[in-house]
């Protein structure tokens, strides 16, 4: 079945450092999907790529979809501590009811 | 966009006892419907999901059971509960092949 592969697990910064987190599949994608975790709380969505090769920007948050459409990337520039959390990647394949395989996470601490 | 309801937000039940837990939709019709598992410090496992009412379908063998009496009602069932079972269980919405989800706001679930 389908995997997806998230990494690093954790990942810990200084305030004003950039953070990269990446998204690999096992498959090609219809399309993938981030979300953002905070702690005790439930995933947010945040954004959806859909096409080959694309790039969306959310201010300080940049997300690559992969031209192979099996990995993607999402990097934060200029970390905050409001950036805390656990970001997933979830990529969605070609079958019904648009089920979504989710990576295990990246955790986010940033140090002010 | 949707609202996920999702109660009760944490309990603690004796192995052996039953479990439900329910979940209703608000701001959209005939949503799918999707019932997570999040062990700690870990991604999401899908567990069930519903494409309409009294349509589930189950995606790893189990102890819990799903339930879709209505189009914006969705539950979560255990006969008798185990160890294993206990964790973060999270409901969420999309519609059609969007992917987008949207999740309540979780179950915490200790089993002693």
């Known amino acids: ?112 | 966009s949707q609202t996920i309801h999702q109660w009760p937000a944490t309990l603690v039940q004796p192995v052996g006892s039953p479990l439900s837990l329910e979940c209703t939709v608000e701001g959209t019709s005939n949503p799918n419907l999707y019932w997570y598992r999040q062990a700690a410090g870990r991604g999401l496992q899908l567990l069930f999901y519903s494409v309409g009412i009294g349509q589930i379908s189950s995606e790893v063998p189990q102890n819990l059971s799903a339930s879709r009496p209505q189009d914006r009602q969705f539950i979560l069932s255990s006969k008798k509960l185990l160890l294993s079972d206990s964790g973060f269980y999270l409901c969420a919405g999309g519609q059609g092949w969007t992917g987008e989800l949207f999740f309540g706001e979780g179950s915490r679930l200790t089993v002693l």
């Open chain 1, 1 to 112: 079945g389908q995997q997806v592969m998230q990494i690093p697990q954790y990942q810990h910064v200084q305030e004003g450092e950039d953070f990269t987190t990446y998204c690999n599949s096992s498959t090609t994608l219809s399309n993938i999907q981030w979300y953002k975790q905070r702690p005790g709380g439930h995933p947010v969505f945040l954004i959806q790529l859909v096409k080959s090769g694309e790039v969306k920007k959310q201010k300080r948050l940049t997300f690559q979809f992969g031209e192979a459409k099996k990995n993607s990337s999402l990097h934060i520039t200029a970390t905050q501590t409001t950036d805390v959390g656990t970001y997933f990647c979830a990529g969605g394949g070609n079958t019904n009811a648009g089920k979504s395989t989710f990576g295990d996470g990246t955790t986010l601490t940033v140090k002010p």
